[in-house]
T-cell receptor, first 114, second 114 residues
Framework: ETGVTQTPRHLVMGMTNKKSLKCEQH?????MYWYKQSAKKPLELMFV???????ENNSVPSRFSPECPNSSHLFLHLHTLQPEDSALYLC?????????????FGPGTRLLVL | KNQVEQSPQSLIILEGKNCTLQ??????????LRWYKQDTGRGPVSLTI?????NTKSNGRYTATLDADTKQSSLHITASQLSDSASYIC?????????????FGRGTQLTVWP
């Protein structure tokens, strides 16, 4: 596979469930990102990882827990979510962290919390 | 307050026609501006990036303009095709921190009808 892949593509979970989203990039990039995209709202940056180290946590609730075991993989662990957390969760990667760097996005995971 | 406003919110045009999407921003200090295309069910894909000194940049049938004085950008689509149906997102970055910061617009939903 090429580019940025995300699994699962769709996820339905109850508020008491624990699930994980997975992202993998095959581009040899050093930086990875998690975004939340809600209907009619701009993309919201959640987390930034550079060389496996978290460099930014954009005031995200603790029910979202990221994990970056290496530069190619990024996880988002979910637990005790709320219905308002239902959204499209996008993963992205870039060669490095920098304002000129192009971010390459995965197709996203459509999450529905019941 | 750093903001990115896009207009119109949605647009319907006939195949073969041209259209122009607008992006106004208040982000400062300005670093660069990108236009992304997001197909339904997919992640955003970068179309163009423009820095302060660039006024126009083209990518096939897409032409972006930037007026850094008035803080406005436009994306012009020529001879539209059905595959142009998508959400077009304007993203502006500033130089406020080491990592910079990305500010996303809500997007313009373009529908091209046959």
């Amino acid at each position: 596979e090429t580019g940025v892949t995300q699994t699962p593509r769709h996820l339905v979970m109850g508020m008491t469930n624990k699930k994980s989203l997975k992202c993998e990039q095959h581009l040899g990039h050093n930086a990875m990102y998690w975004y939340k995209q809600s209907a009619k709202k701009p993309l919201e940056l959640m987390f930034v990882y550079n060389f496996k180290e978290q460099t930014e946590n954009n005031s995200v609730p603790s029910r979202f827990s990221p994990e970056c075991p290496n530069s190619s993989h990024l996880f988002l662990h979910l637990h005790t979510l709320q219905p308002e957390d239902s959204a499209l969760y996008l993963c992205a990667s870039s060669q490095d962290i920098g304002l000129q760097e192009t971010q390459y996005f995965g197709p996203g995971t459509r999450l529905l919390v019941l | 307050k750093n903001q990115v406003e896009q207009s119109p919110q949605s647009l319907i045009i006939l195949e073969g026609k041209n259209c122009t999407l607008q992006c106004n921003y208040t982000v400062s200090p300005f670093s660069n501006l990108r236009w992304y295309k997001q197909d339904t069910g997919r992640g955003p894909v970068s179309l163009t990036i423009m820095t302060f000194s660039e006024n126009t940049k083209s990518n096939g049938r897409y032409t972006a303009t930037l007026d850094a004085d008035t803080k406005q950008s436009s994306l012009h689509i020529t001879a539209s095709q059905l595959s142009d149906s998508a959400s077009y997102i304007c993203v502006v970055s500033n130089r406020g921190s080491t990592l910079g910061r990305l500010y996303f617009g809500r997007g313009t939903q373009l529908t091209v009808w046959p």
